[in-house]
Every structure is written in C-alpha cells, then in structure tokens.
C-alpha cells in the first residue's frame, strides 16, 4: 500500500491549494452576502460561476471523475487528497464542479445512462451548466433499509406514473437543480426484494412534481436545500428509465460508494480547517494570565483531534487503495468503517474548537456551529452510522469464522 501523492496529484494539490488561498477563502464574506441580498437562502451566489470559469481555465473540473472521457481520469486515491482541500470550505467543491449530489448522479449517468440520456442530462452536468438531486429517501419508512421504500412507479403503455413522497431530497430548491433521479418499486411483488426498485429520471417542471418545504438542519436554512417532495400522477416516458427495470437498488449501491468516500474526504478537509481555527484561536486568547494554548485541556484537545484526523485520513486513503485496486465489493469493510469514523472524527473536532471559541464559536461569526450541523448529519447520510456497524460487524464475524 502506497499512499506517498504522483507528480500528477502534487502538481494539482498546489493549484488547489493556490486557488483556494487566491479566490475561496478571500471570498467566504462575498459568497454569503449575495445569498442574503438576493432574499432566498438558495440562491445561486454569482461568485460561484466568477470562480467556476477560473477553475476551468485552471484544468481544475471533475476531478472525482475517473472516467478521462468525461473527468480528470484519477484514481480514488489520487482524489482523496484533492477533495479534503476543496472540502475545507462548504461551497467550494461546486466551484470545481465536484459538489455532491451532483457527483453521484453523473457517476451513475456514465455508467448506466443511454446515449440519450447522456446527451441531456450528463452533458451540462459536466458542463457545470446545471444541477441534480438524487430521491430515494421517504419520510413514512424507514429508509436506511433501502427495500423497504414504498414510492410507486407503475407502467403504462409507454409512460411511468409515479405517486409518493420523497424528502431529505438536497438540492431541489436551487433553480438550477432540473433533474431528479427517483428510486421507487416498478415490480413490489417481486420475490427477490433487491429487485423491486427501478430508477426513473423525472424533470423538474413535469406536471404532478411539487416541492412542498425545504427542510432545516439544526435551525439551519441550508443553501443547497433538503426538500420534501410530493409526486401525483407524474407520467414520464418509458426512455426515462435508469438502467434496466428492476436494478434500481444495484444503481444505489454503485452510486453510494464513491459517495461515502468523497463525504469522508470532505470531512477530513473540513476537521483540519476546524482545527486551525482552533489553534490560531488558543494562541491568541488569554484567560488565567496565560494563552488558552499552553492551557493543559486545550493541548490535549489539539492533540487528540490531530490524531483523530489523521487516523482518518490513513483509513480513508486505505479505503481508496482498495477500491482501485480491488474493487468496491472488496472495500465494503473499509468502506463502512471510514463512514462510522469520520463523521465522529468531525464532530468531535469541531465541538472541540467551538468550546476553544467560547460563546463565538456557537454563533455565525465563525463557521463552526453549522460545520458541527453538517459534521452531525453526516452520522445519517448514505446509511446512518448503526447501519455501517452492523455491517461491519456481520463481516468481521464472517472473517473470523473462516480464519
């Protein structure tokens, strides 16, 4: 196991990293005052698509993508380092057109879409010229069990009707966001229960479709949006089928291990910038006639956290390495282990850091209450963290018994 970075990925950390210094961080004030400007919380903030034509003047666009027909052509480990520093700062992966869910969704558009569909969809997605949200989670079942989802998508003739209701669903309040991938059962009565669900791609503006409410994330009114959505009598075309008929939970899992991976990366990048906070915070504070930093507790909490990052990081770059080089099914430890390790990492990080901050590090002044919101979600997001453990466990025990 290598994980020292190519001439390839340290020729493109430096960008980033230079680009971020240049044009993320020096606008993190401008980004969240055109969002209040404008009266909407998810406005599209104009300095994104200043940024977004610089970074593709730069080369710096899909890099997630390992396909060199339509991204950078990386590895997942030659990724991981890239999307921590881009993961530093919320609304910076988007400049480079590797925001999340967007990244998923074009995943499984190149492996599964038609040429059709590529054409329509995948094309201005890679473009960056528009957004995508990704429905499969529904507020009436439990949904961390993926079969038990009740949305319908029944046939008739050439169409699909769909009727439910979807909600978590990010990203569907931003104008831009024109398709949804919609999982639902096209056969419930199936006797195989992994082959009940298909994937349907749904516009926007198709009649029946209405956004009923974002939904905030510890108060917060989150920009990218999380909506509740509600379909009646929604007709597509029969073409608008992802996949084949009845792959729709095999489409899910293919779209949620990168993901998981890329949610850790960013994780990683975003306990780092928590920790740097931190640590310029307790060397420049004094109470009891001395910096917070030579305080006992606080070097043991900037100890313990670069420990927790670090470790981490390692277990996240070995989760990588597998997946390139043994495939995603031989990862599925790895993978769960890292998404049980580094949303706590996070959070542990970061509500360290906002008590360092005092009663500023809970406010909007700084950005760690809502990097600990975020840090928060992530123990639900792709499969909370019990999920992840028993699948870990049920694995282990296996491995054990065979030793």
Request: aromatic share 8%.
């Amino acid at each position: 196991m290598d994980f020292a970075y190519s001439e390839k990925v340290k020729g493109l950390r430096k960008q980033l990293n230079d680009f971020m210094q240049r044009f993320i961080y020096p606008n993190e004030q401008t980004y969240q005052e055109q969002i209040a400007a404008s009266g909407n919380p998810h406005h599209h903030a104009e300095i994104v698509d200043e940024l977004k034509v610089k970074a593709r003047a730069e080369g710096l666009w899909n890099l997630f993508l390992p396909d060199e027909e339509y991204g950078a052509g990386l590895t997942n480990l030659e990724y991981a380092p890239l999307a921590e520093i881009m993961g530093r700062v919320a609304w910076a992966s988007e400049v480079f057109n590797c925001a999340a869910p967007d990244t998923g969704n074009m995943e499984i558009l190149a492996q599964f879409g038609t040429e059709e569909q590529k054409k329509t969809w995948l094309e201005p997605l890679l473009n960056g010229e528009i957004r995508s949200a990704f429905a499969m989670t529904e507020p009436d079942v439990a949904s961390s069990d993926a079969t038990n989802i009740q949305f319908s998508i029944r046939r008739e003739g050439d169409e699909y009707v769909l009727n439910g209701r979807k909600w978590w669903i990010s990203g569907a309040a931003r104008e831009r966001c024109k398709i949804f991938i919609v999982m639902g059962k096209t056969d419930p009565n199936n006797p195989d229960r992994y082959r009940q669900q298909s994937m349907v791609l749904v516009p926007r503006n198709t009649p029946g479709l209405t956004i009923k409410r974002n939904l905030p994330v510890m108060g917060y009114i989150d920009n990218e949006s999380h909506c509740e959505l509600l379909f009646e009598n929604v007709r597509v075309p029969v073409s608008n089928l992802l996949g084949e008929e009845g792959g729709g939970f095999a489409i899910a899992q293919a779209r949620l291990g990168p993901g998981r991976i890329h949610h850790c990366m960013r994780a990683i990048g975003s306990a780092s910038y928590a920790l740097e906070l931190m640590c310029q915070r307790a060397t420049s504070r004094v109470a009891f006639g001395k910096p917070l930093a030579e305080q006992g507790v606080i070097q043991d909490w900037i100890a313990q956290s670069e420990l927790e990052i670090e470790q981490a990081r390692l277990l996240t770059l070995k989760a990588a390495w597998m997946i390139d080089t043994l495939g995603k099914k031989a990862a599925q430890k790895e993978i769960a282990m890292i998404k049980i390790v580094a949303p706590a990492m996070l959070t542990n990080v970061v509500d360290r850091a906002i008590q360092v901050f005092g009663g500023a590090g809970v406010s909007d002044d700084f950005p760690l209450a809502s990097m600990w919101a975020h840090g928060r979600t992530l123990h639900l997001v792709d499969g909370p963290d019990e999920v992840h453990k028993r699948s870990l466990a049920r694995q282990v025990i296996r491995q054990l018994a065979q030793q």
